[in-house]
């Protein structure tokens, strides 16, 4: 059987939920700052598929992108939390 645990209260004004050291998205505007952030994330998995680079090369394109964007999310999501 599961151990269905809920989410914490979202606190009054808060966009995101704190689960384990990440947020979730709790209210709308967590929502319309989450799915861009995840459409961003796969974007680079997309662009390096359909080109020929090499697997060095790939990586050097997507992990930066994906550093940069994940510090950017959990800094907006730790303010509005």
Known sequence: ???SKKLPK???GAWFY????SYLPGSWQGWLTYIP???Y???PLVYVS???FGI???VFIVVPQWV???VVMTWVAARKS
């Open 18 to 21: 704190k689960v384990r050291g």
């Open 10 to 12: 979202l606190k009054k």
């Open 41 to 43: 994330l796969v974007w």
């Open 37 to 39: 952030f995840i459409i």
């Open 56 to 58: 060095s090369a790939s």
């Open 1 to 3: 059987m599961m151990n």
């Open 68 to 70: 940069a964007a994940t």
């Open 50 to 52: 359909n080109r020929d």
